[in-house]
């Protein structure tokens, strides 16, 4: 049971990648979302659908320009959990 932290640490890690990778898509979806909504509440526009389109290219542009770097962050996660287990399987 020597491995636990090792373990707690990994986990730790997944938790806090899994946040950096998904904070930027779910960040502008909201900003899209509260804008859309401010404009329709302004104009009295009670379309459901509205927000659709413009959280989707928001979405489309994150992956465009960070998703580079969040693959990044997945693999070297991946390496180090690769690693880990091959360290602990000795």
Do not use: C, H, Y
């Not at 526009?45 to 997945?74: C, D, R, W």
Request: hydrophobic letters at 60%; proline letters at 3%.
């Amino acid at each position: 049971m020597d491995d636990l932290p090792i373990l707690l640490s990994l986990a730790d890690r997944m938790l806090w990648t899994t946040a950096l990778v998904a904070a930027p898509i779910l960040l502008a979806s909201l900003a899209v979302g509260l804008v859309v909504g401010l404009v329709q509440a302004a104009t009295s526009v009670n379309e459901q659908t509205l927000t659709f389109v413009p959280k989707l290219a928001a979405t489309a542009l994150v992956l465009v320009l960070f998703g580079a770097s969040m693959m990044t962050l997945v693999g070297d996660f991946m390496q180090e959990i690769f690693a880990e287990i091959a360290r602990i399987g000795r």
